[in-house]
C-alpha cells in the first residue's frame, strides 16, 4: 500500500507543491505514476486505474497504468468502474462513493460485492471540453479519505494534472515533429547525393522526377549495395509530401511475428511480452512513404497482409478486430528476380503486380562507367575528412584498376574499398596495391551457356558506351529493337 501523503495544514499550499512536482515531468509514462501515486496517497486508496482516451478514437478510454490491479481484475471489475467512470465523466467532477453496495447509482453492479469495494472515487481528466481520461481508485480495506470534503481538494488536483498531461502530450508532439523536421531537413538534398552522369542513371532519375509526386506503388530493382534506399529517399524528400513522414524497414533478417508486429503493430497481451499497445510502421507513416527493403524475402503470410494493404488501404494491429485506414506510399526493394519468383511459387501473382506499378531498374555500379571514378573521389574526399590522412587522390593505375574491377559488391564495395585504402595507403596517392582489388577469373567459355557469354558481351559494350542503347546496337550489329528486348528480360 502507498505511503501516507504529506500532510498539509493549508490545500493551497498542498495543491502548489504537487503542481510543482507534476508540471516539472515531461515524459508521459513517468508522469502518469506520478500523479496516480499522489491520487492514492491523497485518499489511502488500495487499487487504481488510469484511463487515457485513444488518439484516433476519443470516445473509447483504454487502461494505461495501474496499481494493484492485474488483467483479470480488472475486467472483473469493469462493470462497476465503467459505471462509475462514465457518471464521473458526465458530471464532469470528482465522484466518490463511499458504500457502494447501498448507492442507488450502481445497484446493478454484482462487481462491488465480488470484489469487496468498500468505498470508490473517480477524477475526470478534461481540459474545457476535451476528455483526456479519468483515474479510477478503490478500496476494499477501508473508506479511508473517501469523504465530502476530499472532493475539491480532488477537482482541483485533478484539473492541475490534465494541464500536466496537456503539456507533456505537448511536448512528446513537438519533440516528435522536431525530430522528424530535422531528419527531413538533413535529407532535403539527398538527390544529389545519388552521384552519377552516366546515362543508365540519368534514366532514373528522369523516371523518380516522373513519379515522385505520384501516389503510386514503386519497385526497385538492382543487386545488393546499388543504393536502392538512396532511390527510395530521392523519391520521398523531393515530392509534395517531403515534409511527411518517411520509415524504412529492413524485411529480410526479421522473422515472421517480429515482422508482422513492426508492420502493422498490436494489441496490450496480444502475445507474450507485448506489454502496451503498439503502433506498427504502416500506421506511422501514414500520409508519408513507407521503404520495405528486400521484399522479395517476405512470408507467404506477410504477403497476403502487404496484399490487403495494398488493396484496401487498410490496416489491422495483431489482436484487434479494429481496422484503421491509412494512407501511405509504399516503395520495395528486392534484388531478386520477382517474375521467377512467381512461376516458382515463392511470391504471390497478385501482389506482385500491385507492387509492380512503377518499376526503376537501379543499374549495377559495373554498368556505369566513369560513374565510378566520381563515387571513388567523392568516397575518397570523405574518408580524408574523417581521417585526416595526406591522401591528394588516386594514382592512373589505380583509376584504371577501378574501371577494370566488376565490383559484384556495388557501390557498398566501392566505399568500404576506398575507406580501408586511405587507412593504409603510405603515400600521397591511391595506388592498385593500396586498393587490393581481386579481379575474379572469369568462368572458361565451356563452362558458360550461351545466354551467360551473350550477356557478358552486352554489358561490357554498353559500359563502353555509357548506356548508349543506339551506339551499343550499332557496335553488336543488332537492333534497337533487339537491344531492348535482351535488357528488359535481363532487367538492365
Given at each position: 500500500?502507498?505511503?501516507?501523503?504529506?500532510?498539509?495544514?493549508?490545500?493551497?499550499?498542498?495543491?502548489?507543491?504537487?503542481?510543482?512536482?507534476?508540471?516539472?515531468?515531461?515524459?508521459?509514462?513517468?508522469?502518469?505514476?506520478?500523479?496516480?501515486?499522489?491520487?492514492?496517497?491523497?485518499?489511502?486508496?488500495?487499487?487504481?486505474?488510469?484511463?487515457?482516451?485513444?488518439?484516433?478514437?476519443?470516445?473509447?478510454?483504454?487502461?494505461?497504468?495501474?496499481?494493484?490491479?492485474?488483467?483479470?481484475?480488472?475486467?472483473?471489475?469493469?462493470?462497476?468502474?465503467?459505471?462509475?467512470?462514465?457518471?464521473?465523466?458526465?458530471?464532469?467532477?470528482?465522484?466518490?462513493?463511499?458504500?457502494?453496495?447501498?448507492?442507488?447509482?450502481?445497484?446493478?453492479?454484482?462487481?462491488?460485492?465480488?470484489?469487496?469495494?468498500?468505498?470508490?472515487?473517480?477524477?475526470?481528466?478534461?481540459?474545457?471540453?476535451?476528455?483526456?481520461?479519468?483515474?479510477?481508485?478503490?478500496?476494499?480495506?477501508?473508506?479511508?479519505?473517501?469523504?465530502?470534503?476530499?472532493?475539491?481538494?480532488?477537482?482541483?488536483?485533478?484539473?492541475?494534472?490534465?494541464?500536466?498531461?496537456?503539456?507533456?502530450?505537448?511536448?512528446?508532439?513537438?519533440?516528435?515533429?522536431?525530430?522528424?523536421?530535422?531528419?527531413?531537413?538533413?535529407?532535403?538534398?539527398?538527390?544529389?547525393?545519388?552521384?552519377?552522369?552516366?546515362?543508365?542513371?540519368?534514366?532514373?532519375?528522369?523516371?523518380?522526377?516522373?513519379?515522385?509526386?505520384?501516389?503510386?506503388?514503386?519497385?526497385?530493382?538492382?543487386?545488393?549495395?546499388?543504393?536502392?534506399?538512396?532511390?527510395?529517399?530521392?523519391?520521398?524528400?523531393?515530392?509534395?509530401?517531403?515534409?511527411?513522414?518517411?520509415?524504412?524497414?529492413?524485411?529480410?533478417?526479421?522473422?515472421?511475428?517480429?515482422?508482422?508486429?513492426?508492420?502493422?503493430?498490436?494489441?496490450?497481451?496480444?502475445?507474450?511480452?507485448?506489454?502496451?499497445?503498439?503502433?506498427?510502421?504502416?500506421?506511422?507513416?501514414?500520409?508519408?512513404?513507407?521503404?520495405?527493403?528486400?521484399?522479395?524475402?517476405?512470408?507467404?503470410?506477410?504477403?497476403?497482409?502487404?496484399?490487403?494493404?495494398?488493396?484496401?488501404?487498410?490496416?489491422?494491429?495483431?489482436?484487434?478486430?479494429?481496422?484503421?485506414?491509412?494512407?501511405?506510399?509504399?516503395?520495395?526493394?528486392?534484388?531478386?528476380?520477382?517474375?521467377?519468383?512467381?512461376?516458382?511459387?515463392?511470391?504471390?501473382?497478385?501482389?506482385?503486380?500491385?507492387l509492380n506499378v512503377i518499376t526503376i531498374a537501379v543499374p549495377a555500379l559495373r554498368h556505369r562507367g566513369n560513374d565510378i571514378v566520381l563515387l571513388?573521389?567523392?568516397?575518397?574526399?570523405?574518408?580524408?575528412?574523417?581521417?585526416?590522412?595526406?591522401?591528394?587522390?588516386?594514382?592512373?593505375?589505380?583509376?584504371?584498376?577501378?574501371?577494370?574491377?566488376?565490383?559484384?559488391?556495388?557501390?557498398?564495395?566501392?566505399?568500404?574499398?576506398?575507406?580501408?585504402?586511405?587507412?593504409?595507403?603510405?603515400?600521397?596517392?591511391?595506388?592498385?596495391?593500396?586498393?587490393?582489388?581481386?579481379?575474379?577469373?572469369?568462368?572458361?567459355?565451356?563452362?558458360?551457356?550461351?545466354?551467360?557469354?551473350?550477356?557478358?558481351?552486352?554489358?561490357?559494350?554498353?559500359?563502353?558506351?555509357?548506356?548508349?542503347?543506339?551506339?551499343?546496337?550499332?557496335?553488336?550489329?543488332?537492333?534497337?529493337?533487339?537491344?531492348?528486348?535482351?535488357?528488359?528480360?535481363?532487367?538492365?
Open positions: 500500500m502507498p505511503e501516507p501523503l504529506q500532510e498539509f495544514s493549508d490545500p493551497l499550499v498542498a495543491l502548489s507543491t504537487i503542481s510543482e512536482s507534476i508540471n516539472t515531468l515531461y515524459d508521459i509514462d513517468e508522469l502518469l505514476k506520478k500523479i496516480l501515486d499522489i491520487a492514492l496517497r491523497t485518499v489511502n486508496a488500495q487499487r487504481g486505474v488510469i484511463l487515457m482516451s485513444e488518439h484516433d478514437d476519443p470516445a473509447e478510454l483504454k487502461v494505461r497504468l495501474s496499481h494493484n490491479l492485474d488483467s483479470n481484475t480488472i475486467s472483473a471489475l469493469a462493470p462497476f468502474s465503467r459505471s462509475i467512470v462514465e457518471a464521473a465523466l458526465a458530471s464532469g467532477e470528482t465522484l466518490i462513493t463511499y458504500n457502494p453496495e447501498d448507492d442507488t447509482r450502481f445497484t446493478a453492479s454484482t462487481s462491488i460485492a465480488n470484489q469487496k469495494i468498500v468505498a470508490a472515487a473517480c477524477l475526470p481528466l478534461r481540459i474545457k471540453t476535451r476528455r483526456l481520461g479519468a483515474i479510477y481508485m478503490d478500496s476494499t480495506e477501508t473508506r479511508g479519505k473517501f469523504r465530502p470534503e476530499m472532493e475539491p481538494f480532488l477537482n482541483a488536483f485533478a484539473h492541475q494534472s490534465a494541464i500536466a498531461l496537456e503539456n507533456a502530450q505537448m511536448y512528446e508532439q513537438l519533440r516528435t515533429e522536431n525530430r522528424r523536421l530535422r531528419h527531413a531537413l538533413a535529407n532535403t538534398s539527398e538527390f544529389k547525393e545519388i552521384i552519377g552522369t552516366s546515362q543508365p542513371m540519368k534514366h532514373v532519375f528522369d523516371v523518380v522526377r516522373s513519379v515522385m509526386d505520384t501516389p503510386a506503388t514503386v519497385l526497385l530493382l538492382g543487386e545488393s549495395g546499388t543504393g536502392k534506399e538512396l532511390v527510395a529517399r530521392a523519391l520521398h524528400y523531393n515530392s509534395r509530401i517531403k515534409d511527411k513522414p518517411y520509415i524504412a524497414l529492413f524485411c529480410g533478417s526479421l522473422p515472421e511475428s517480429l515482422l508482422e508486429s513492426e508492420l502493422f503493430g498490436h494489441k496490450q497481451g496480444a502475445f507474450t511480452g507485448a506489454t502496451h499497445d503498439k503502433k506498427g510502421l504502416f500506421e506511422e507513416a501514414d500520409g508519408g512513404t513507407i521503404f520495405l527493403d528486400e521484399i522479395g524475402d517476405i512470408s507467404p503470410k506477410i504477403q497476403t497482409l502487404l496484399l490487403r494493404v495494398l488493396q484496401e488501404r487498410e490496416v489491422r494491429r495483431i489482436g484487434e478486430t479494429k481496422v484503421r485506414k491509412i494512407e501511405v506510399r509504399v516503395v520495395a526493394a528486392t534484388n531478386k528476380d520477382l517474375q521467377e519468383e512467381v512461376k516458382a511459387g515463392q511470391f504471390r501473382e497478385d501482389l506482385f503486380y500491385r571513388a573521389q567523392h568516397f575518397l574526399d570523405r574518408a580524408v575528412g574523417k581521417s585526416n590522412r595526406p591522401i591528394r587522390g588516386f594514382s592512373s593505375e589505380a583509376i584504371e584498376s577501378m574501371l577494370a574491377h566488376d565490383w559484384p559488391g556495388n557501390v557498398r564495395e566501392l566505399e568500404n574499398t576506398i575507406e580501408r585504402a586511405v587507412l593504409l595507403a603510405k603515400g600521397e596517392y591511391l595506388t592498385p596495391a593500396d586498393l587490393r582489388l581481386k579481379s575474379e577469373p572469369a568462368a572458361p567459355l565451356e563452362m558458360q551457356t550461351l545466354r551467360d557469354h551473350e550477356r557478358r558481351i552486352v554489358e561490357r559494350i554498353l559500359q563502353e558506351h555509357q548506356g548508349n542503347v543506339t551506339e551499343a546496337a550499332k557496335a553488336l550489329g543488332v537492333s534497337r529493337r533487339w537491344l531492348h528486348y535482351r535488357l528488359r528480360e535481363w532487367q538492365l
